[in-house]
């Protein structure tokens, strides 16, 4: 429940305050961190090939990190607290549905005393921006939700390496976002190492077994 909820903090924090590429560099980093995680605490196996293709992203993301001008701080606790979610989650022993019931209501007193808090201080916008403002803060939890529990299901299904490749999708649609919706200027530096993990992605995301 903490690193889940730390994980999205951030998240909004860096979308909000006009860091999507970092939120992007985060979720790149993150696939690694769960390969790592794979082979260290649960003994997967990695062919000589696909460790190949690890490291070269690897090397993608290290680009990324090193030709940014500065520690990037937001992306890399992206990563950890979602890599570590991931590796608590394969080791619970629950259906995906329950434990993430149960990581909802561990949070929800803290969600309800920090909106009483926002709706009393006066920062509250649940009730001040009319129907469509409502509709889309309730949309935003389904789309956190169902994600949620399409990982809890994968978690326990598949090796946690394979879960660890496939998440490049997602910073993949964030570059995206951040290029075509938010208008955000992403250094030369930054294509080098996007380039590579992209390279590696899309040659071999699907084949660790």
């Known amino acids: 429940s903490l690193f889940i909820a730390g994980n999205w903090l951030i998240y909004v924090i860096a979308v909000n305050s006009g860091h999507v590429t970092e939120a992007a560099l985060g979720y790149f980093i993150n696939p690694l961190v769960s390969v790592v995680f794979g082979i260290v605490f649960f003994k997967e196996q990695l062919r000589k090939l696909q460790m190949s293709a690890v490291i070269i ?3 993608g993301v290290l680009v990324l990190t090193f030709l ?3 520690p990037p701080y937001l992306a890399l606790t992206l990563a950890f607290t979602f890599g570590v979610y991931g590796a608590l989650k394969k080791q619970v022993n629950m259906s995906a549905i329950g434990s993430l019931t149960a990581e909802t209501l561990v949070l929800l007193p803290i969600a ?3 909106l009483i808090w926002l709706e ?3 920062q509250g916008t649940f009730f001040s921006n009319g129907g469509g403002h409502i509709a889309l803060l309730i ?3 389904l789309v956190t939700t169902v994600p949620l529990l399409m990982f ?3 978690a326990k299904a598949i090796p946690l390496s394979t ?3 496939l998440q490049y999708l997602t910073p993949t649609m964030q570059m995206l976002w951040a290029l075509f919706v938010v208008n955000e200027v992403v250094e030369p530096g930054r294509w080098v190492g996007f380039v590579i993990i992209w390279a ?3 040659s071999n995301p699907l084949t660790i077994q």
């Open 57 to 59: 992203a690897l090397a």
């Open 68 to 70: 940014s001008g500065q």
């Open 112 to 114: 309800i005393v920090y």
């Open 120 to 122: 009393t201080s006066g």
């Open 139 to 141: 949309s935003s939890g």
């Open 152 to 154: 809890a299901l994968a």
């Open 163 to 165: 879960v660890g490749m």
């Open 200 to 202: 590696v992605e899309s």
